[in-house]
């Protein structure tokens, strides 16, 4: 086993700088989102509400965890660190975890787009607010499609993605589909934020709900600003020097559009439980003053007999 050991870490370095901060973001919204769907999913089974947005963003969550594991492990094979640290065989391993890492990318963002989307849906009560919510459903699913047959026909056979053995098509192509897939999930994005607004806000909202909804839009947006970033590093899959390195700046602000989509998406759910509470706890009082006054009508009154 030591031996094994040995071989191991003889066989991977050390993340440094640019490398060890695309670690530690992965590692933070790792737990963060963690923490956030694990809440939501508690909420909801005590309160028997588990719907179907909840199993679409549970399943977001667990793709997003194989996700960020292929990052993390990708920071020890090559991803974020430059050409004078690597040897071939580093090289080829962390472009393999690259690749990895865009497949999963493309799963875990229809899934939590279409979480996001679907409690919008629940909400929805006019014809067009329902309308748009299933053609975004229909344009988020049917990206992520084209994205993930886009990857596994980039290059043939497959390994060429990494070990260079093969064919695949031009890298400038791959930059201006790449930068396609981005704006239009930055438009999915404001698009949604803007469906968000108009189906949450409303005057009857308490304080509480309003912050939290308030702080989903915001973290909305800027995932919608790490997207909108990620779109001017897309050149980095045409740089021929520091590949790794370069595309680990898509791969960090990526990181970063996942994890804040995931909480973002969870946010207004914990705020709708808070409000549930107070009205099942006022319905609680009322019912228990109605009681009393039942109890007050059915005693017995006893006067007293006057004086002749």
């Not at 806000?201 to 839009?217: F, G, I, N």
């Not at 997207?227 to 980095?236: E, G, H, K, Q, V």
Request: some cysteine; hydrophobic content about 50%; overall charge positive.
């Amino acid at each position: 086993m030591a031996a094994i050991a040995s071989e191991y870490l003889a066989d991977v370095l050390e993340p440094e700088k640019f490398a060890a901060a695309i670690f530690g973001v992965t590692l933070a919204f790792t737990v963060l989102s963690t923490n956030t769907v694990g809440l939501r999913a508690w909420i909801r089974l005590r309160k028997k509400q588990f719907g179907s947005d909840d199993y679409l963003m549970c399943t977001a969550l667990v793709v997003n965890l194989v996700h960020n594991s292929m990052v993390m492990h990708g920071t020890f094979v090559g991803i974020g660190s430059p050409d004078s640290k690597l040897n071939p065989e580093l090289d080829a391993e962390g472009r393999k975890y690259l690749f990895l890492w865009q497949i999963f990318y493309a799963i875990n963002l229809v899934f939590i787009k279409t979480s996001i989307l679907t409690t919008l849906k629940g909400i929805a009560k006019a014809k067009r607010y329902i309308f748009s919510i299933w053609g975004l459903i229909v344009v988020v699913s049917m990206l992520s499609i084209a994205g993930f047959i886009t990857l596994l026909a980039k290059c043939r056979p497959i390994e060429s993605n990494w070990t260079g053995n093969g064919t695949c098509i031009d890298s400038d192509v791959f930059v201006a589909l790449s930068k396609t897939a981005y704006a239009f999930d930055v438009l999915s994005d404001l698009a949604m934020a803007t469906i968000s607004t108009l189906l949450l806000w409303t005057p009857q909202m308490r304080l509480r709900s309003k912050v939290l909804t308030v702080a989903a839009l915001g973290l909305g947006v800027v995932a919608s600003m790490a997207s909108l970033i990620r779109t001017i590093y897309a050149d980095a899959y045409s740089s021929d020097d520091n590949y790794l390195f370069n595309t680990g700046k898509i791969v960090l602000w990526t990181v970063v559009e996942c994890g804040i989509g995931i909480i973002a998406g969870s946010l207004p759910m914990l705020g709708l439980f808070h409000e549930s509470r107070k009205i099942e706890k006022k319905w609680e009082e009322l019912e228990l003053q109605q009681s009393q006054v039942d109890l007050t009508k059915l005693t017995p009154t006893h006067s007293r007999a006057g004086r002749v």
